[in-house]
């Protein structure tokens, strides 16, 4: 189970065809990818940025940003990131 | 169980006629939906904007879009959508 | 269990006589109530504006508003409501 | 176990004397009430503003009123009320 | 179980000495007393303000109030109670 | 059980040697102490400001007191400290 | 299982290569190391600021601080650790 990739939040910007639901269902045929949540943030005339969080037991990066760069939207940044346990780490927030 | 529309939320415009109690009646009707969450955010003379919210375990975005469309709303912006597994992913929050 | 009514939220405004409790005992004698909540947000001389959520397996939005109609209120606008599975979709929120 | 009075949420203006203590064990002791939740929002020389919350399967809001009366405090508003089953309603809170 | 004092929260005014753990072994002594949680919030040359929760099933204020004063303290203002059976309320939060 | 010291969260301020990690570990050692959390909330040339939560099921304040002067840290305040049951005692927040 | 570090939570500054989903693969593989969560913050022309938080039952920071040292990243603060039981210690947030 260790160094695997399990939750990636990537920044895209994409044109507004494919729509995200035509767009997700796309990344969600990548091997290892069990879910996709995607969230509009800014809509422009021929584009839109927006949040693509992919959860999966076994994340494939390369083939991922291959697939989103096939349907002609680019990466702005990763995000964030999940390696090997998938789990939101809770630190301290002493006040 | 893979590559399915789990849920999806709309930003659409409608007339007051159908109420949103109504309109959701319509849209719950179609194949795949089993919950219809709709929230009013802003009311005009003669329409109102909606947040829209379907889930079930394999929405049929088309048929949807069409009910939604054949009772005088428009479809705003398609602004989340959840594909594949029926999860709200969680992502690290680090401050 | 499909195509029914499960949570209404009416934002009204009502003459102080009769309360919010008696107000609301009112409303819940209607068919298929099993729980109000009301929560004043503004006051005048007058009147009050008042949130109304309403829950039930069934509800009957024609009798409720019968209802609220025969006491003195008036509806500004039906705010939310729920179909189908009682329950509320979470959308995902990414930042 | 319909239409019964499961909590209200009261703004009240009470001299300093009985304390909120004093005040909340007097009002626990009138039929059909299990909890009494007092919180100080407001405080004048001779007076205190005070949110307070009642609960019980079966509310006498007469009763309670002329308790509250009786001990020199006023009600200002009768802020919140829950009838019927004894639960807080959840809405759709789409953003 | 009825009509027994379950929760309060005080504002209080101190020295620096005895120090506010010291302080609340003190408290934590009186007869009912099960747990004390001790917060400050503000901090002079000679004294600090001081938020003290006291929870038991069965709370004399009196002795509480004595503990406090004999120690050089002052009690600003009982800011909460809850009385009856020891349960925060909710109370509809409709928007 | 009664009257233990189960949480203490303190300010300190320290040099930047020995980091908050190895200040952690000297302070784990210390009897009774079974979890430490610390968060950096200001950083300087020479020192830094940290918030130390302390957790045990009977902590020996004067121990750690010690552990913490003896590194070159001194404490600014008590900021917090949970007395008797260890738990967090919940009040009413009436709005 | 005493004095064992669990938790820390790093700010670092890393060139854009490696990108943070190869970053965490190589921290993840120190030893002791069950989890990785990261999130960029900032982002430059050649760098970008990242809060990196890593799990494991037995951190060894030393080896860590090479791993991201050899990696063309250098650690601005340490922010946050977690020593002995791995657990976020509640404290008294009395308002």
């Known amino acids: 189970m260790a160094d695997k990739i399990k939750i990636i939040v990537l920044d895209i910007l994409k044109p507004h065809k494919p729509d ?9 045929k990548s ?3 069990k879910c996709v949540n995607m969230s509009v943030y800014a809509v422009d ?6 949040k693509l969080a992919i959860e ?3 994340l494939d ?6 697939t989103i ?27």
Do not use: C, M, Q, W
């Open 61 to 66: 990066y390369k083939k991922i940003k291959k």
């Open 31 to 33: 091997r290892g990818v």
């Open 45 to 50: 005339e021929k584009t839109e940025s927006v």
């Open 20 to 28: 995200i639901i035509e767009f997700g269902l796309l990344i969600e």
């Open 56 to 58: 999966g037991p076994d």
């Open 69 to 95: 760069e096939d349907h002609g939207a680019v990466i702005h940044s990763i995000d964030k990131a999940v390696i090997g346990e998938s789990r939101i780490i809770n630190a301290p927030d002493l006040k």
